[in-house]
């Protein structure tokens, strides 16, 4: 594969500094993008250029990581348009060892001549003093230099601090020390990070009389104009714990048909010809192009059986006829996640050691229906189950030995409603 190839296929090139086509042909190139651990998880964003690193290792090429455990600590001002709050410390360093760690999924660290590497750039200033990096990192490149870089402009008027204003010093640097003690010769990322990227290009250009280089991806951006990565509940996370796998998976089958494409060129480790075939089949069902996708994402990101508890969720949410089975092999955080999707309620736990009856459960415990008289109908109609059980007679009493996990109940009211009784 050519790295350069495939990205213009994808869509991924925004920018490129000059010569990067004939140094990616020499051979095995060092390459890297920097990720500051400012969130205690990465996100579906930063999985944009996570990907990146992907496509440069599976072209044969070594992908660098670069963990902000210095640049963390002052901010980048890049696409912001006011000061970050400043983290503490023990928060930024538990950040970086979990975002650290979540690597371990998506590239290869292993023996290959390839393999990925991981550094911290808080090992190049540690030992450093302010009037060391003054002398030899802040005399490097001029005031007018560094306010000419469009990250910096946008803020000039709103205002910006001398310490994000050092940032482009900082990636610079960090160039420079990767180019040294990595043999890093290229730095990619968002294209954002062009002036950052840049300013590193023209710190060793001076410094050491090296040639390094840049790439940038578009920033990716929905249909509708608004900011990739998150849903109408926040960002989506790629820590389980945060975003659980069902709503994952949701994200990218309620997304838009027009963004189909676009997300289907930047996530899919598919070929080009796998992806127009696919796309040639499912011309008139873009419904399907972003279930294959969905699958794809959500088996990478988590796992295979994290994807086939989600289609058992989605089985229990969707399809009314799921069997008593399926519901019983859901465990906790299925379950957790269908509670998150339809109404659920509360109930005293020790209240079911006891049992109560099917009416008083519906009608006194929790607010499913208005009164026994509406439970008793709803019963003789045929309406109502407990965890895909009818329910035939009102004075059923339902205990703790109905508790999935020790903690649910499913109910249903007919074909359409749906609730899950929580027991603590």
């Not at 140094?23 to 996100?43: C, Q």
């Not at 990096?133 to 709103?158: A, H, W």
Request: one cysteine or more; proline letters at 4%; a negative charge.
């Amino acid at each position: 594969m050519d790295f350069l190839e495939e990205l213009e296929w994808r869509g991924m090139v925004h920018q490129l500094t000059p010569g990067i086509e004939e140094e990616l042909k020499k051979g095995m190139v060092n390459g890297y993008i920097g990720f500051d651990p400012t969130a205690p998880s990465m996100t579906i964003g930063n999985y944009v250029q996570i990907m990146l690193l992907k496509i440069f290792q599976q072209c044969g090429h070594r992908p660098v990581i670069l963990m902000g455990g210095a640049t963390g600590r002052v901010g980048d001002p890049s696409g912001k348009d006011k000061e970050r709050q400043l983290k503490s410390y023990d928060e930024l360093d538990r950040n970086l060892a979990f975002q650290s760690a979540q690597f371990d999924k998506f590239l290869d660290f292993g023996d290959s001549p390839n393999a990925a590497v991981r550094v911290n750039n808080h090992d190049f200033y540690k030992n450093m003093n302010v009037l060391d990096f003054l002398r030899d990192v802040g005399k490097t490149l001029t005031i007018n230099y560094m306010s000419s870089k469009e990250s910096v402009k946008k803020r000039i008027e709103t205002g910006l601090s001398f310490t994000e204003f050092s940032y482009q010093l900082l990636q610079a640097y960090d160039f420079q020390c990767l180019y040294d003690q990595q043999n890093v010769r290229l730095q990619m990322g968002g294209s954002d990070q062009w002036g950052n990227i840049t300013s590193g290009t023209e710190f060793i250009r001076r410094n050491i009389g090296g040639k390094a280089f840049a790439i940038t991806t578009p920033l990716l951006t929905k249909a509708d104009g608004t900011k990739f990565g998150k849903s109408e509940a926040g960002n989506i996370w790629l820590d389980p714990n945060m975003t659980s796998p069902y709503k994952f998976y949701q994200f990218w089958i309620n997304a838009s048909d027009a963004d189909i494409p676009s997300f289907i060129r930047y996530f899919t480790l598919k070929s080009k010809e796998e992806v127009e075939a696919m796309e040639a089949e499912f011309a008139d069902d873009p419904r399907e192009l972003k279930r294959k996708l969905a699958e794809e994402l959500t088996i990478r990101v988590h796992s295979q059986e994290d994807y086939e508890a989600v289609l058992n969720v989605s089985e229990i949410l969707f399809n009314k006829k799921a069997s008593q089975e399926t519901l019983k092999s859901l465990d906790v955080k299925s379950l957790q996640a269908i509670s998150e999707e339809i109404p659920s309620f509360k109930i005293p736990k020790e209240q079911l050691s006891g049992g109560i009856s099917i009416s008083d459960l519906l009608t006194e415990h929790s607010p499913i229906l208005k009164s026994k008289g509406e439970a008793r109908r709803s019963i003789q109609g045929n309406a109502i189950s407990v965890n895909k059980v009818k329910i035939t007679n009102h004075e059923t009493p339902i205990n703790a030995e109905a508790l999935l996990h020790e903690k649910y109940i499913l109910v249903e009211n007919g074909k359409k409603n749906q609730y899950l009784l929580i027991a603590e």
